[in-house]
RNA sequence: GCGGGUGUGGUCUAGUGGUAGGACCUGAGCCUUCCAAGCUCAUGGCCCGGGUUCAAAUCCCGGCACCCGCACCA
């Protein structure tokens, strides 16, 4: 079978997008290296990400670690939550998640048991291979997380993360104050995150060192709305909600935003901005908007600190829909979470536009009667009353005695040693855990689908063509630039006409084989205009620039070659507006 | 991790125990006035490691990678 995949693996290999990580070894599966191409694309299309979160949102861009204390995994739950209780059949070696087993032959909530509970479980219920009846053998824990060490000996244990984004909620204190408290405020990080698959086969797209760009941003609970919604709420996406997925004939329908939100189907604007906005992010490397949907997580595939989760989804020829981002609502759990095993106060203050006047119920225990009276124990006593909650007190106090218990001894107090006091409590703000609205992208395979559905074959002179037709953005070669022939006069013309590009300009030069060929070398890895210097140069100062997609020529002055490409490969005109120049 | 299949230069492939061959690509040269032209030359290979054998690309074992199916994918 070759399909595109095979095609693209192939070019990839032999042009330098990507290729096995250290092959001559013998590569291990779910890794890869980009070579020089593939390095400029993925540069390229991080810069188009940077645009949106960096530029337009005003977000914030850190570098985390990506070796991480095991403090930090328990607390995100992936010690546990991406640790499965695995077991297999003795008979026919299928393997089984043993709490699922359990759970399916037996009442019990296997979920949280331990590992020998769980064995001890299916001995007695006398649970056996679903696949062929046989025997299962010991229950054992498969975590998806490369566990290190951290220094010599028996030092800490840590984590190669399996996720950006905990580097961004551990951070959370320091971001805070550098955003000097004000929320809304955006966080995004890009880089390597790494999972321990049990089998990936799928090349770049399901790797177990892989790249990711994610944004966490942190906001008010009850304010999910987003300023520039008005941007995209004609935007019209292909959703494939929860409803539709469980309907039998379910399809996807494509809706605008603003109605998608009216109509309950996204649950909140910000939800529904970042859909919009990630819509436009892969349609401009030049996804294939009609191979791109949206699909809303089921209750059951859900993470357990998701509120709601849309994937974006593109259509590959060989593996099918395929997530490319997630945008989910992380609500507060990785900040409360992260809070409460830390012990430090990751909740952000929300002060009032009036400082609130609160009339409090004050116990006030007095002192210099306690004293006297209870010596040694009056600080205790003291400490007991003002536990006692202050409506309560006050019906105490209307008995004329009371009793309270201190360590098995009884006192007896009354309206002389304790009153309740009504303070005034100026309260000038509020401390809450932000939410989080998490729109994550997984780079590698943004890459492979911006190829794939690049990738193009057509008919030039009863000739196959291979060619990828990328988004000028994305091409990691803006420009070609060729001697028709390898003459001297033509050669040194060649080189003035790349010293007249700008540096900015990804520009290859290239003077072997005929120059049919060398086009077709341009087109297979997607470089979308060919300058050639031909005999007319030497005479008029003019080259030719050829398109990739059309193939088509226009002749410009060498003094406008510069200005002219530049305008091409930022879309600021169109190759077939052009006119040659006068000569 | 399990079962099945596959593994020969970068790519496609011939080779069934006895000197590893071709085509394309790539590089050098010649030729060449715009879309993989031609000629000459060159680089480069039996997935890796063991074993059997006088001799292994070939047979056996183990590993790795890829493909299909199962399982897994917080």
Redesign the pocket.
Known sequence: ??DI??KI??IS??RGFFW?SFDI???????YDYGPLGTKLIKNIKSKWRDYYINKESFDEIISTTIMSEDVFRA???LD??E?A?T?CNN??????AD?LVEDFTEEQADSLSNQKIYELIKENEVSCP?CGGELGEVYN?N?MFKTSIGPGTGRNGYLR??T?QGMFVDFPYLQDTNRGKLPFGVVQIGR?Y?N???????VI?LREFLQMEAEVFVKPGEKNHPSFSKVKDEKVKLYSIDQQEEKEGKPQKIKLEEALKSGLIGSEILAYYIGLTKKFLLDLGIDQSKLRFRQHLDE??????EDCWDAEAKSD??GWIELAGISDRTNYDLKKHGKNSNQDLRAFDKYKEPKKIEKKVISPNMDKLGPKFKDKSKKIAESLKDIRPEKMEKLLDKEKFEIEIDGEKFKLDDRYVEVEKKIEKRSGERFYPHVIEPSYGLDRITYITIEHSYDEDV??E????VIRFNKIVSPIDVAV?P????KKLLNKSQKVIDSLDNELNTVY????????????Q??IGTPY?I??????IEDNT??I??RD????I?VKISDINTTINKLTKNKVKFNELTSSPT
């Open positions: 079978m070759t995949y095979d693996t192939e290999k032999r096995p070894y013998g590569s291990a599966s779910g890794f995100s739950g992936h939550g991406f499965d695995m297999e026919c070696n299928k393997s089984f998640r699922h696949a498969f998806l399996p996720e984004a995150a999972r698959e049990i089998s990936p086969r799928q090349g399901r595939e859900r993470a357990h600190y998701a060989r593996f030039l002179d000739e196959k063509r291979k060729f028709l022939i390898e003459d290239d003077e072997s084989g005929s120059i049919g060929r060398r086009y077709r070398r087109d297979e060919c050639t210097i031909d005999h007319q140069t080259v030719t050829r398109e059309s193939t088509d020529q002749r």
